[in-house]
């Protein structure tokens, strides 16, 4: 006898949007970051407008679903809201602020972690089917590895399939990897696939960037050596800092900077280090030195901005 599929639970008369957000405050009813049992796909809430705070943002696809959050990268803000998707290519220190949230009506968002080999094999198998950039294109944002876009009805219907794996874990293990899959398809044969595409690119610069963001990210506590990156990446130092400030939108030495403060923070929230000794473990000679940049970087001394961090934490 051929298994039936459960049915997910589903109002017919709701709109995607509706149906999408019914899935995540089922699974993410107190505010914060939840990991789910989907692998890479985690929910985030919040009940309320937060402040400024600066993050990194690895490889993935960001759905908001409901409220507006703005997201700036070094020079550039993106301001996206209901039913928009963020595409990042690389890991980004990105400063973040939810700015439409209350507790009746909750920002809601999820995030798929991708990892990059995925995209290429999927390029690589849909061939000329990814969309290629407008070679007239004089847009100075088309080499950011931050994209975003509105959600159109496939995909909306591809995360519904996905989220809604949610409601029957039994399917999880066989049928997540099929709608992530397809969630990747849908991105590529969309209006964000010549941007993403641009990054698995071999022979592009994007790629190289991204190869040398993947340096830094392994290697930030050592000295930064930017001919050494050049040499890595086959391109010259001029080159190499015109486009990885076009990338990222900030120099090699920022992005070596804001990965190591975060580092640090995460050394002193969760392996309880004290200030001096994270500073010394992620690179800084002085702890002064450490101390004055972490306090302009995340507006409070480690000490109290920790403290802050673990009060949060512990309301929550």
Same mark, same amino acid.
């Given at each position: 006898?051929? @298994? *039936?599929?459960?049915?997910?639970?589903?109002? !017919?008369?709701?709109?995607?949007?509706?149906?999408? =957000?019914?899935?995540?405050?089922?699974?993410?009813?107190?505010?914060?970051?939840?990991?789910?049992?989907?692998?890479?796909?985690?929910?985030?809430?919040?009940?309320?407008?937060?402040?400024?705070?600066? =993050?990194?943002?690895? $490889?993935?696809?960001?759905? +908001?679903?409901?409220?507006?959050?703005?997201?700036?990268?070094?020079?550039?803000?993106?301001?996206?809201? $209901?039913? @928009?998707?963020?595409?990042?290519?690389?890991?980004?220190?990105?400063?973040?602020?939810?700015?439409?949230?209350? #507790?009746?009506?909750?920002?809601?968002?999820?995030?798929?972690?991708?990892?990059?080999?995925?995209?290429?094999?999927?390029?690589?198998?849909?061939?000329?089917?990814?969309?290629?950039?407008?070679?007239?294109?004089?847009?100075?944002?088309?080499?950011?590895?931050?994209?975003?876009?509105?959600?159109?009805?496939?995909?909306?219907?591809?995360?519904?399939?996905?989220?809604?794996?949610?409601?029957?874990? #039994?399917?999880?293990?066989?049928?997540?990897?099929?709608?992530?899959?397809?969630?990747?398809?849908?991105?590529? +044969?969309?209006?964000?696939? $010549?941007?993403?595409?641009? /990054?698995?690119?071999?022979?592009?610069?994007?790629?190289? +960037?991204?190869?040398?963001?993947? =340096?830094?990210?392994?290697?930030?506590?050592?000295?930064?050596?930017?001919?050494?990156?050049?040499?890595?990446?086959?391109?010259?130092?001029?080159?190499?800092?015109?486009? /990885?400030?076009?990338?990222?939108?900030?120099?090699?030495?920022?992005?070596?900077?804001?990965?190591?403060?975060?580092?640090?923070?995460?050394?002193?929230?969760?392996?309880?280090?004290?200030?001096? =000794?994270?500073?010394? *473990?992620?690179?800084? #000679?002085?702890?002064?030195?450490?101390?004055? #940049?972490?306090?302009?970087? /995340?507006?409070?001394?480690?000490?109290?901005?920790? @403290?802050? !961090? *673990?009060?949060?934490? +512990?309301?929550?």
């Amino acid at each position: 006898m051929t @298994s *039936r599929t459960p049915e997910l639970p589903r109002n !017919l008369s709701a709109t995607p949007q509706q149906q999408l =957000t019914q899935v995540v405050e089922r699974w993410a009813r107190e505010p914060g970051m939840h990991e789910t049992p989907i692998e890479g796909v985690s929910l985030y809430r919040s009940d309320g407008l937060t402040s400024c705070n600066s =993050t990194v943002y690895d $490889p993935s696809l960001i759905f +908001i679903l409901q409220g507006t959050k703005t997201v700036t990268l070094g020079d550039r803000e993106i301001v996206y809201g $209901p039913m @928009s998707y963020l595409a990042n290519s690389v890991h980004l220190p990105v400063l973040g602020q939810i700015v439409d949230a209350c #507790e009746a009506r909750p920002y809601l968002a999820a995030k798929i972690s991708i990892d990059p080999q995925e995209v290429t094999d999927l390029v690589l198998e849909l061939g000329d089917r990814v969309a290629q950039m407008d070679p007239d294109a004089s847009c100075s944002e088309m080499g950011c590895s931050l994209c975003m876009t509105q959600m159109d009805p496939a995909m909306q219907g591809a995360l519904y399939r996905l989220l809604g794996l949610l409601d029957s874990p #039994e399917d999880v293990p066989v049928l997540a990897p099929l709608a992530r899959r397809e969630i990747i398809y849908r991105s590529l +044969i969309g209006e964000l696939g $010549p941007r993403m595409r641009k /990054f698995v690119a071999a022979d592009s610069q994007a790629n190289r +960037i991204s190869r040398v963001i993947s =340096t830094l990210k392994d290697r930030y506590a050592e000295p930064l050596r930017v001919k050494e990156l050049a040499d890595s990446a086959n391109m010259s130092e001029s080159s190499l800092f015109h486009s /990885f400030k076009q990338v990222t939108r900030m120099s090699p030495l920022q992005f070596q900077k804001k990965l190591r403060l975060h580092e640090a923070r995460r050394l002193m929230l969760t392996e309880g280090l004290e200030a001096a =000794t994270a500073s010394y *473990r992620v690179g800084y #000679e002085s702890p002064s030195h450490f101390s004055r #940049e972490y306090s302009r970087m /995340f507006g409070a001394p480690p000490k109290a901005d920790v @403290s802050k !961090l *673990r009060g949060e934490q +512990i309301s929550a």
